[in-house]
């Protein structure tokens, strides 16, 4: 339990000194996240499975009404045994199932910190001029999957993705 607890620590620690000047960490249970200062993080919960919403500069709505933002949502998997390419397979096959309009942009392997991911970007255009841009990331450790989300307008995924990738690669799980 020492052993676990000091390697907790640690992690939490290094995690904090390894963040972008300028950036916050967001720190829980066994994971840490950085964003810009001028992004929040939310209580705001959607959906019972988010665990936490980081939301982009209020301004970023002022032209689209669509506030750019990252969440993180959690899926326990310990009763089902699938590989990674399994179950991003699944949810992208959930996706265009349950949304008519959405178009899969590019499907890769990647790492993040070192742990193997899957990065998914997906469209969709929901109505009412409301077109949206997604980055997910797929990782699955412990029987839990986490899902990365980074949501923008189509309009604007240019201009915030370098931002959302920073967010995104700056997520570590404890070891």
């Keep these: 339990m020492k052993i676990k607890l000091t390697t907790l620590l640690l992690f939490f620690i290094s995690s904090t ?22 992004w929040i993080s939310s209580e705001q919960k959607p959906q019972p499975s988010m665990v936490f919403l980081l939301m982009s500069d209020e301004k970023s709505q002022n032209e689209d ?29 959930q996706i265009t199932g349950q949304i008519p309009s959405a178009k899969v942009i590019s499907n890769e392997s990647i790492k993040i ?25 797929f990782l699955i450790n412990n029987g839990k999957a986490y899902i990365l989300t980074f949501s923008s307008t189509t309009t604007e995924y240019d201009e915030y993705i370098e931002v959302g990738d920073k967010i995104l690669n700056s997520f570590k799980l404890a070891k």
């Design 113 to 137: 910190d070192g742990w193997e991911a899957i990065a998914v970007i997906w469209t969709a255009d929901f109505g009412n001029g409301m077109a949206l841009k997604f980055k997910q990331i």
């Design 65 to 93: 009404k669509f506030r750019e933002n990252i969440n993180l949502t959690l899926e326990d998997l310990t009763l089902q045994t699938l590989s990674l390419e399994d179950y991003s397979k699944l949810s992208i096959d």
């Design 17 to 38: 000194l390894f963040a972008q000047k300028g950036w916050e960490t967001l720190t829980k249970d066994n994971y840490a996240v950085s964003y810009p200062k001028d």
